[in-house]
């Protein structure tokens, strides 16, 4: 897995797989398409991968920046559609892919 300061997830090809480690929780993450995702890590909302909507990440003031995931942010998704999930500060993201889903990594990683 290769390391990165941030992820514009809008672009992303299914499959291509990112670990997010924050201050509290490491959380994998795979894209579906679009800002749908597979994601587990939480003990309690989703010890076991589930389906969920990326939303983004936000500063400490909650200002969302849509389809991004940075290191110093807090990342944003939802559950189900409706239930929305606020992390702790993320720390370290890392990305992995799959052969189909190299096209689109050089120009969405930083």
Known sequence: MTSA???????????VR????????????????????LISG???FCPAPVTGHLQGSSDRTGVLEPGLIGRGK?????????RPIRTS?????????SDAAASSI???VH
């Open 89 to 97: 500060r993320v720390v370290s993201l890392h990305f992995g892919r």
């Open 42 to 44: 939480h003990p309690e």
């Open 18 to 37: 990112i670990d997010v480690e924050t201050k509290n929780r490491h959380y994998l993450i795979e894209c579906l398409g679009g800002g749908a995702i």
């Open 74 to 82: 807090y990342l944003r998704f939802l559950l189900d559609d409706q």
């Open 5 to 15: 300061e941030y992820v514009d997830f809008t672009n992303l090809a299914h499959g």
């Open 106 to 108: 050089s120009s969405t």
